[in-house]
């Protein structure tokens, strides 16, 4: 049975959202407001989350540890359904040069969430996956036994939460588009479509690294390749969480037109490829799009 506190409100809205920068290029521009799937864990978080904290609460585990940078979505709602469900958390973030120093927006609302936070090296983070230095990781945070969600929440459990938003999705649109962190949003929802439609992924992260961990998360997943997916690469802006100020007079111009909060790190990413894809020509005339909105500010 769902944990009350887990239960959302799917399928999100698919909503129209006219747009003459897209019409203009005959294609039309389609929102899966996602932010709305779940009050406190919104859009591709909940997905993820949901099939591990439900793992979690059946094996009886009362501690969850899980990984993120320090503006990490997945950070917030790990913590906000520690706190909805009474489990202990604790975050390990990359960089242990923040340590002692005040905490920003993102990190401060995890600790009044509970989360307990521990700064590794960034060193260390990088090899987080290695058994022995996890382990060493874990020892360090006091999360030894806990169980442990995977970075960005992305493992087969949740690929095939995310599968379900393909699955809302078929026969909607001919290209559904995410942003992308770790992939793992991407690669269940490539999974989930139906015949003849594609799922594009704009990396929020510089370095070209995703293409590889999107097809072994897939392998776990699902035993093999899924769907029919591509990247659209070079809209990072210079990497992650960076935020130049024509980026964020985009998101404002954005959520003005269309009446709803652009969150900055992930989401105006993806409306910026899309609006400069569409100007390429790289949408045919009659495309019908749609931008899954993953997370609010």
Known sequence: MTHPELRPRPPSPLVEAPDERFAAHG???????????HPELPGN???????NLRAALDAGHDHLVTFGG???????????????????????????????????????????????LHFATRSDYRRKTEPGTRDRLLARAGAEGAYVVPEGGSNALALRGCAELGRELRGRADVVAVAC?????????????????????????????LGAEIRSLQAAAFGGPAGDWSLAEGFDHGGYAR?????????????????FPVERIYVAKLLWALAALTESGAFPPGTTLAAVITGRP
């Open 243 to 259: 935020v130049p100020a024509a980026l964020d007079a985009f998101a404002a111009d954005f959520a003005s037109r269309h009446g």
């Open 70 to 116: 320090a503006y990490s979505n997945h950070l917030r709602a790990t913590a906000a359904a520690g706190r909805l469900l009474g489990l202990r958390t604790t975050g390990v973030v990359r960089g242990d040069e923040l340590a002692g120093r005040p905490l920003n927006g993102s990190l401060a609302r995890c600790a009044a969430d509970g989360m307990g």
């Open 27 to 37: 294609v039309r521009l389609l929102l899966k407001r996602d932010d709305l799937v």
């Open 45 to 51: 978080k909940w997905r993820k989350l949901a099939p």
């Open 181 to 209: 962190g770790t992939g793992g949003t991407l690669a269940g929802l490539a999974a989930g479509l139906g015949t003849g439609q594609r799922a594009l992924g704009v990396p929020v992260l510089a370095g070209g690294f």
